[in-house]
Antibody
Framework: QLQLQESGPGLVKPSETLSLTCAVS??????????WGWIRQPPGKGLEWIGS???????YYSPSLKSRVTISADTSRNRISLRLTSVTAADTALYYC????????????WGQGTLVTVSS | QSVLTQPPSASGTPGQRITISCSGS????????VFWYQQLPGTAPKLLIY???QRPSGVPDRFSGSKSGTSASLAISGLRSEDEARYYC???????????FGGGTQLTVL
């Protein structure tokens, strides 16, 4: 069974870069019918789609974050990465990675999430 | 402010049937599949409905989804206390060229 596990620093300073990884087990990220996405949830608020990457490396980003975000797939390590530059307090959130089958929003497997706080 | 509008809250008593609406536009709901997620307190979201009305394996048939025009709905019949959660709709928006979630609806089972 596919499992996803996010990891990365829990604290990032304003203006710096947030970097997270999502280790995938129980399946290959090269699976041709899968997309791999990042979603975040500020404390006490709703879900926000950040973006996704396909098995072939094609990326899809939220227009509101597009200028600051990079999502990539490392097939050799079977993991997905998220980079978000120039962070502010508004980027403080629980960050989830998730897999989607056939459709970008068909997010059928989620990691447990990792909390990232932006503060000096 | 999301392009998908959900009521912030809903409530019902055990055994009751309730519906949660998700209102959008021709750029999103009307022209793309809608997905529904359930988020229990302190846990990651769980896919509840995909492609407007399909249930993943393991999701009880008490949960059903529908779509008409620029709106979608999630119905829960035979309400149970364990259904108390936050529910989100999601779809693709052709104008934004990105995925969008509704603001979420907190369901309380009285």
């Amino acid at each position: 069974q596919l499992q996803l596990q996010e990891s990365g620093p829990g604290l990032v300073k304003p203006s710096e870069t947030l970097s997270l990884t999502c280790a995938v087990s129980g399946g290959s990220i090269s699976n041709t019918d899968h997309y791999w996405g990042w979603i975040r949830q500020p404390p006490g608020k709703g879900l926000e789609w950040i973006g996704s990457v396909s098995y072939s490396g094609t990326t899809y980003y939220s227009p509101s974050l597009k200028s600051r975000v990079t999502i990539s797939a490392d097939t050799s390590r079977n993991r997905i990465s998220l980079r978000l530059t120039s962070v502010t307090a508004a980027d403080t959130a629980l960050y989830y990675c998730a897999s989607a089958q056939n459709f970008l929003l068909n997010l059928d497997r989620w990691g447990q999430g990792t909390l990232v706080t932006v503060s000096s | 402010q999301s392009v998908l509008t959900q009521p912030p809250s809903a409530s019902g008593t055990p055994g009751q049937r309730i519906t949660i609406s998700c209102s959008g536009s021709s750029a999103n709901i009307e022209s793309n599949y809608v997905f529904w997620y359930q988020q229990l307190p302190g846990t990651a979201p769980k896919l509840l409905i995909y492609r407007n009305s399909q249930r993943p394996s393991g999701v009880p048939d008490r949960f059903s989804g529908s779509k008409s025009g620029t709106s979608a709905s999630l119905a829960i019949s035979g309400l149970r206390s364990e259904d108390e959660a936050r529910y989100y709709c999601a779809t693709w928006d052709n104008i934004l060229s990105g995925g969008v979630f509704g603001g979420g609806t907190q369901l309380t089972v009285l």
